[in-house]
Structures are given as structure tokens and as C-alpha cells.
T-cell receptor
Framework: NAGVTQTPKFRILKIGQSMTLQCAQD?????MYWYRQDPGMGLKLIYY???????DKGEVPNGYNVSRSTTEDFPLRLELAAPSQTSVYFC??????????FGEGSRLTVL | GESVGLHLPTLSVQEGDNSIINCAYS??????FIWYKQESGKGPQFIID?????DKRQGQRVTVLLNKTVKHLSLQIAATQPGDSAVYFC???????????FGTGTRLQVTL
């Protein structure tokens, strides 16, 4: 099992550009999450999903969109990149209300 | 390069000593708590968890203590090793779907 796989690992965007961060898990987990982590801070929840076709906002959803068409995949879309979105993004999954398994992170810089 | 934890509180311990990392949580209704370890450039890794109906749980070299009266969580690491050097986060489950709320983290530095 690969666990939670995130791509790309690094990306530099210009202000106003769009991109999608990919996340896939092979553990057949129903729950998936996107967090962002700014320097010196803990992780903040952007969006989460409790199953295919169901998504909901977390603490900091503005500027992002998600979709969950399959159990395995949970992409995060940035439509108009802003410098405030420079961060490290972590995708995670869980079987139910328990331990989250995290990917290695995607480091995004918006210039 | 290092992008996490530039201004985190830091705990320095000597190799072989015990470490105690503390965390204050915010929601008295939280019923599940987790400690994560994050090494530089990596995602958080699960260490140990505890449910609110317990006040202590032990793992291999680690113990988590929960004091619901003062909303305090601690992680004890016995015989700290250089490989324990990392940033440690506590997280609380504040609702359904494992919507974890993370603390700001503590950096553990192990000196030889």
C-alpha cells in the first residue's frame, strides 16, 4: 500500500494562476481531508469529505474548491492564486472517526 | 528546507532523559485526542491517541495523560533518543468525521 499520495511535491505559481493539488489514497478510507500548514503554525482544515460525492467546508475554505468523485481521489483546486495561499498543503484520510493518515505534503509558493 | 516550526516553543532534552510535552486544548466537548510527530519535510505521523473516557494511555516509550478538568493533555517520552527530535502536535476531535483541530506544536530537540 502506498497510503496517501500527493502531487506535486513542490510548485511555484504566479498571482492569479490556477492549479489542482492531487491526492489519492489506496486504503479504502471513506474520510478525506485537506489541511494547510503555515510556518510556525499547526494545521488548519480547508475541506473534508465523508464519502464519494460529499464534501464540506473546514475552518479556512475561502479560495479553494474540492470534489470527490471516487473514494480514492480528493483533489484541491486553487482558482485564483494569491500570496496568502503560500503554504504547505497536506491531504489525509481516515477509516472513520479515528487516526488520520497524512501524505508527505505539497509545498506551494505564490509570487 | 525547513518551513515548519520556525517560531515554535522548543523543549531541549538530553539523550536518555524523559521528555514531557504539554498541550492545552480548547473544546470541553472534544472526545478524542491524538499526538502527532512531524519531522522536517514530512507529513505528521501518528504517535498515540486517547479517548475522553480515559485519563492515561501507554504505548511503546510514550504515555499520554488527559486532564479534562483543566483541559490539558501531555505526552511523555521515556529515554528520549535523537530520532525523537521533531515537532509534536496535539489534536482534538471537535465533531464528527475526525475534524481534528491542531495545536501550534512544540519542537523537541534532543542533545547528545
Amino acid at each position: 500500500n502506498a497510503g496517501v499520495t500527493q502531487t506535486p511535491k513542490f510548485r511555484i505559481l504566479k498571482i492569479g494562476q490556477s492549479m489542482t493539488l492531487q491526492c489519492a489514497q489506496d486504503m479504502n478510507h471513506n474520510y478525506m481531508y485537506w489541511y494547510r500548514q503555515d510556518p510556525g503554525m499547526g494545521l488548519k482544515l480547508i475541506y473534508y469529505s465523508v464519502g464519494a460525492g460529499i464534501t464540506d467546508k473546514g475552518e479556512v475554505p475561502n479560495g479553494y474548491n474540492v470534489s470527490r468523485s471516487t473514494t480514492e481521489d480528493f483533489p484541491l483546486r486553487l482558482e485564483l492564486a494569491a500570496p496568502s495561499q503560500t503554504s504547505v498543503y497536506f491531504c489525509a484520510s481516515s477509516y472513520s472517526t479515528g487516526e488520520l493518515f497524512f501524505g508527505e505534503g505539497s509545498r506551494l509558493t505564490v509570487l | 528546507g525547513e518551513s515548519v516550526g520556525l517560531h515554535l516553543p522548543t523543549l531541549s532534552v538530553q539523550e536518555g532523559d524523559n521528555s514531557i510535552i504539554n498541550c492545552a486544548y480548547s473544546n470541553s466537548a472534544s472526545d478524542y485526542f491524538i499526538w502527532y510527530k512531524q519531522e522536517s519535510g514530512k507529513g505528521p505521523q501518528f504517535i498515540i491517541d486517547i479517548r475522553s473516557n480515559m485519563d492515561k494511555r501507554q504505548g511503546q516509550r510514550v504515555t499520554v495523560l488527559l486532564n479534562k478538568t483543566v483541559k490539558h493533555l501531555s505526552l511523555q517520552i521515556a529515554a528520549t533518543q535523537p530520532g525523537d527530535s521533531a515537532v509534536y502536535f496535539c489534536a482534538e476531535n471537535t465533531g464528527t468525521a475526525s475534524k481534528l483541530t491542531f495545536g501550534t506544536g512544540t519542537r523537541l530537540q534532543v542533545t547528545l
